[in-house]
């Protein structure tokens, strides 16, 4: 029950849902509710006002534009992870919202809600930092586009200003002969990223990698790209033995959370198997 009163609007447009955030000190944006009604029934959460963006049917499109395929804040899951567009090519993002706990949470809850929440546990932090994605929002000084490494703070903390709103998020189509994958252990109540890896390779016509972009989620206060294991991959052939020494390195210069369900060690030695598993699969789709 959510015992704490409140407003709520419900404009039809970008500029009037900025314009109704404003109307109040204490506002918020809702999307599918699947992060922000549960803290509201905690108590965790107490907004004065909430702006319902759920009618704005532009930012559910998913499209492809000027070598991008750009995917609406309003995406649901399930609509990325059957979208047949995203699956060819940018698979890691499709398997990292399949992977997104159950079928209802799924079908309410968007990309849009999930970046802009920055639950260290959440999927698809992973794949958007992999792909190198840029998130463009909209607020009262108008639009910026921010890219995905400068969008995660920490927990919960973004680089989204007072007012802004997630419009969309931009993943540039990768280019040649490129693969992705993501790889979970799920959290085995809540479903949740204990450790979520998505990497994104692709290789030169002589079999050698020419590119190497993984993003974790899970395992830290916020996601964080593994560039140590990156940099060990690029100009290896991929190879079981280059593959193990790129994933050896994947925690490399980060603190490992540590929760009752994981210890640091623990979620590192994770993080390492879902590096080489998702390394692996990228790798097979990138030379298939
Ligand atoms: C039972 C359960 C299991 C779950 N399992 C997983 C899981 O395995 N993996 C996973 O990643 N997630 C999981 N989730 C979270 C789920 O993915 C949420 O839907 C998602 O994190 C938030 O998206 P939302 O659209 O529901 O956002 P909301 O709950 O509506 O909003 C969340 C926060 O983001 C803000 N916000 C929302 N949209 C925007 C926007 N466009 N611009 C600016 N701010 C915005 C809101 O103001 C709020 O602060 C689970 C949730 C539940 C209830």
Redesign the pocket.
């Known amino acids: 029950m959510i015992t704490h009163p409140f407003t709520y609007a419900a404009p039809t447009t970008i500029d009037e849902a900025v314009k109704a955030l404003g109307r109040s000190r204490d506002a918020?944006?809702?999307?599918?509710?699947?992060?922000?009604?549960?803290?509201m029934k905690l108590g965790l959460?107490e907004?004065e006002l909430l702006v319902d963006?759920g009618r704005i049917a532009s930012?559910r499109e998913i499209k492809s534009e000027d070598g991008a395929i750009v995917v609406g804040?309003?995406a649901?899951?399930r609509s990325i992870a059957d979208s047949s567009t995203i699956g060819k090519a940018l698979t890691a993002l499709a398997e990292?919202a399949a992977?997104?706990?159950?079928l209802?949470?799924?079908s309410?809850?968007?990309?849009?809600?999930?970046l802009?929440?920055a639950?260290p546990?959440?999927?698809?932090p992973a794949p958007t930092l992999a792909f190198d994605a840029t998130i463009r929002?909209i607020g009262p000084k108008g639009r910026r586009d921010i890219p995905a490494r400068e969008f995660f703070k920490e927990t919960f903390e973004t680089a989204?200003g007072p007012n802004?709103?997630?419009?969309e998020i931009r993943f540039p189509a990768p280019a040649g002969h490129a693969g992705s994958a993501y790889a979970k252990f799920?959290?085995p109540a809540?479903?949740?990223?204990i450790v979520g890896v998505a990497a994104l390779v692709a290789v030169k016509s002589d079999g050698t990698i020419d590119r190497a972009a993984i993003g974790v989620t899970g395992a830290a206060a916020g996601p964080f790209r593994a560039t140590a294991a990156e940099r060990a991959l690029v100009g290896t052939r991929g190879d079981a033995s280059a593959i193990g020494a790129a994933a050896a390195k994947a925690a490399e210069g980060v603190t490992m959370l540590a929760d009752l369900t994981a210890s640091s060690e623990f979620r590192k030695q994770l993080v390492m198997v879902h590096t080489r598993r998702a390394l692996e699969r990228a790798l097979e789709r990138a030379r298939g």
């Open positions: 918020k944006v809702l999307a599918g509710g699947h992060s922000l009604i549960p803290l959460a907004p963006i930012l804040a309003l649901t899951h990292a992977a997104v706990g159950d209802q949470v799924r309410r809850g968007t990309i849009g809600g999930s802009a929440h639950d546990a959440a999927d698809e929002v989204l802004e709103i997630v419009v799920p959290h809540s479903g949740f990223a």
